[in-house]
């Protein structure tokens, strides 16, 4: 119980987008719970809602009505200085495209959000970066740029990034469909043992039946609705 | 510090528009703060000069006698001659104030010439004695120092210059001029050039005049005067700064001694000279205001052009928890680095020529120059212009890439990662 009560509850959650006089539903009534240091991957087709339900999450996108509680507190009801403290505290975001910051190298990539956590000293956020980067096994790349190292090595790098900050919670938006199935199984293998070992919530998406497998719970979307969770 | 370095990093990885802000700073920096500081130099040169000539000279003259602007070349009625009484009373009145240097009468006067194409050409001339002609007086007015060259004394016409076509009387040749005679009306009058000064520096096209200059004597002859009138008698003060005080004095005399004459401070002549200085440092403003102008609008743009092509980095930012503010600050703390950088780099170039142009001096050998700025001057630093020209470019600096950074920082963090 203190894993749902400390985990995500969505209730009666909504997504409408209006495309001229035609309005999409990206999200239709969705109610969920997710505990804490969950595994879970929210599956479906293209279009059915799973980047909508994420940026929900991440407080990326705004519901057209519902609730999005994390930890008994609704994050889509904070104030603007909140919610950007809850996306550097208590998020980390793992992108589709990686999105690494092409000017700096692995290292930087990695300390980027360590910008923000003012109450840590250099010689701490030091440490944190080369933790993260040798547990994602890039030790030996610390000063490679972006452009330099495969996909594989560079979404390893969005993982060290979106762990430095030790979140509670790491939303992955299709983690591994820029990869091939060898790394992006390589890349899962790394998110499923960083769950086991530091108990961090991964939220992730994908339509690859074969990441599917590898989630302790799988939420499938169709058309913006929950059809089994 | 980790801020500062993200931004560097980034002014390196877009360097193609970091140098051309960086050029355009340097520029507008350069160009600034050479003006501020030339134009403060000549402003200072011309002060000087024109209140050595204007504030120290005195004329006594017909009250009748409009003199505002004329710079000395004034028109007045035959009537209107001090005559030879009036000229020696007023000369041993000023000769008697321990504030007055000297003092001469002369005869102002115009007249006509023909060209080379026959054309009839006017020109406006001054008839005075030369061999008393006060140094103080020459080095502002016409010859700026130089000795008279071969003059004699009775001598006519000792030189002309005529500015558009660099042409000067040949001494030991004759001309015909249109003269006025004592009643005003102009006869011919064949003048034999017997030598002068060389007044060339002098650019009377610049204030509209042409002249020609005679000795009193040899003046008064040819129109017929056998008595030595004058029209007036121009003196000068040791120091300029006793003039509001000795001026109403001399006036006083004047009303008590000679009513219908007047002491004309030719400080008249100096609203004419305001405009030009006035005319010149608004040119001077409006070339910077448009550097400054065009270097806020190209920094805005290519601030505004970095955000959109760094949609997705904005997007990635705000995502791991970057604020608005943190955003807005990234792109003016860049924006700010590369225009102080450039601006740094004009400060020092424009400081460097300064310095050389002190060692130098400016040299100036054309009229419109010599007649700004006299024979020359070495520019200097002005603290106050310092101030006043890195207070602008660390404002720019600032301003410039704040409001597309302000921009950037509201972007919604949806709309941003969605662009790629």
Redesign the interface.
Known sequence: MAAVRNGITLRGLCKEYRLGRTSVHALRNVNLEIASGSFACVAGPSGSGKTTLL?MI?L??TPTSGTVHVAGEDIQGLP??LR??Y???T???I?Q?F?L????DVF?NV???L??HRELSPEEKKSRVMEMVEAVGLADHVRHKPFELSGGQRQRVAIA??LV?HPRIVLADEPTANLDSHTGAEVLDLMVRINAERGTMFIFSSHDPRVMERAARVIHLHDGEIEAA | M??LA?CL??L??HAWRTRIILLIALLGAFLTFLFENLIEDISRKQSDMFGRAFSGHFLVLDREIETKNTFGYYFYEPEQMMSPGQVQSVRAYLAGLPEVSGAQERIVFSGLYYGEEDAERGFRGVAMDMEEFSRNFTDMYYAKGLALQGGEQGACAPSWYEYEKDKNLVVGKSYVFLLPNRDGEFVDREVLAKGGIDYRTMPKDAVGLSSILFDLAGYRAMLGYSEPVASEVVGFLKDARTSARVLPQIQAWLDSHAPRLKVVSWREYAPIFAEIVLGFDVAMKAVETILLAICILLVVKLTTFSIIERY??I??????????R?ITLQFTLEGFLAIAAGAAAGFLLAAGLIALLHVTGVQNHTTFWSYMIGDGFRPSFHSFKVLRVVGIFLAVAVLAPLFPAIQGGRLS??RT?EK?
């Open positions: 940026n991440g990326i996108d603007e200085k950007t403290r996306r550097s505290r998020l980390g975001f992108f495209s999105n910051l092409p000017v700096l930087e300390h980027l959000p910008i923000l990034r979106a900050t | 980790e801020r993200l990093r980034n390196g990885r997705s980095e997007g990635t930012l705000r995502a791991i928890g970057f604020s608005r943190d963090i949806l990662l790629r």
